[in-house]
């Protein structure tokens, strides 16, 4: 059997998709699809998802930018995203790493007040201790936004960057603290009518 080449840590990727509920479905998804600035990540779109894959800063980069063009239409919209990083399967062909670790969108969305509601569920692969590793990751997303439980997955609320921003580092902290392949799957919600808190949080 063919050896799987090992990738090492560093190549990070993402499957999302967006789901406006809006009429304007189309020019919601392409538009944020084409006007994020993805030079530093590979990104191919299909009719189910769009994959982008690169270091782990802009591939968390670049999602969170795209997710908050399509938000920040004002239309109800849906996000679903798996992070991967990690050995087994992955394939070096596909991926473009840029080589700086300079985030495009960090400092330019910081300001954007936009609330949501998400659910995360994270999976450290590959080690015997998984169920302290998301107990204390969970703990750490404390310091980051509104935190409950939920069955299967962990309640968020807070502001688009502040989500973005705990799952960043809960990602990271779990990959340094040794999982050989992270897994991270989230679903977030912007703008819903049915919202908890009225749409008026930061
Ligand atoms: C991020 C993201 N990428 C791809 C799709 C799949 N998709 C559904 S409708 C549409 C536009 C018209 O083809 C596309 C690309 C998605 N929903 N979200």
């Not at 107990?135 to 502040?162: C, F, P, W």
Request: aromatic residues 8%; hydrophobic residues 40%.
């Amino acid at each position: 059997m063919k050896n799987q080449q090992c990738m090492g840590p560093e190549i990070a990727g993402c499957s999302f998709s967006i789901h406006p509920m809006s009429d304007d479905f189309i020019e919601i998804i392409t538009g944020a699809l084409k006007n994020v600035d993805t030079s530093k990540v590979w990104m191919k779109t299909d009719d189910v998802t769009t994959t982008v894959r690169g270091k782990l800063i802009h591939v968390f980069d670049v999602t969170k930018a795209i997710f908050i063009h399509a938000a920040r239409t004002g239309e109800h919209v849906a996000f679903q995203a798996t992070y991967s990083l990690g050995c087994p399967g992955d394939s070096a062909g596909d991926v473009y790493m840029a080589e700086d670790d300079i985030a495009v969108y960090n400092s330019q969305v910081n300001d954007i007040k936009q609330p949501v509601a998400a659910k995360f569920s994270l999976y450290p692969l590959g080690g015997g201790n998984y169920m302290n590793v998301i107990m204390e990751q969970i703990e750490a997303m404390k310091s980051h936004v509104d935190v409950s439980h939920a069955h299967y997955s962990t309640r968020l609320d807070g502001g688009a960057i502040n989500v973005f921003e705990g799952l960043e580092k809960v990602f990271q902290a779990t990959v340094l603290g040794g999982s050989s392949h992270t897994v991270m799957t989230v679903s977030i919600s912007a703008n819903s009518p049915s919202s908890k808190r009225g749409g008026n949080r930061e």
